[in-house]
């Protein structure tokens, strides 16, 4: 099995949508992941406010690298087939934080909870929970 490194990680998503938010993974296992996502303009919405899109960008894209580390052998691959965030707060300037978890890591669906926080105040910005289908190839196929 390949080990799991943040660079990785990083590089896969670098001109896809994790990479255009300019999230930033930091640690990655079959047990937690965490990342960074500077608050700049290109994540704000039109209010001014943090865009709640880009937090769930970042909690759901947690959740989804921790799946493929925590994939079960045979998989190829998932699909999110879920998923709902509570938003509690905001931010305007500063780094937001998040950490996913595994709930429940099953042969057919994984489930991950992430929190997302403001660096410097530790206030909880969004409480985020994700079901994902595992995927394995297609027998004879």
């Not at 990342?35 to 759901?60: F, I």
């Not at 699909?79 to 931010?91: P, Y």
Request: hydrophobic share 40%; with cysteine.
């Amino acid at each position: 099995m390949t080990p799991l490194n943040p660079e990785d990680f990083n590089r896969r998503g670098a001109d896809m949508l994790p990479g255009h938010l300019g999230i930033n993974i930091l640690a990655i296992s079959a047990a937690e992941v965490r990342a960074e996502l500077p608050v700049r303009r290109a994540v704000l919405a039109p209010n001014g406010y943090l865009h709640a899109g880009s937090v769930v960008t970042l909690a759901d894209t947690c959740c989804g690298y921790g799946c493929v580390a925590a994939l079960p052998q045979g998989a190829q691959g998932f699909t999110t087939v879920e998923l709902k965030s509570n938003h509690l707060g905001t931010a305007l300037e500063g780094v937001i934080e998040c950490v996913a978890r595994p709930v429940h890591l099953g042969r057919t669906t994984q489930v991950w909870d992430a929190v997302v926080t403001h660096r410097d105040t530790g206030k909880t910005i969004a409480m985020f929970r994700c079901t994902q289908m595992v995927l394995y190839p297609k027998q004879g196929a």
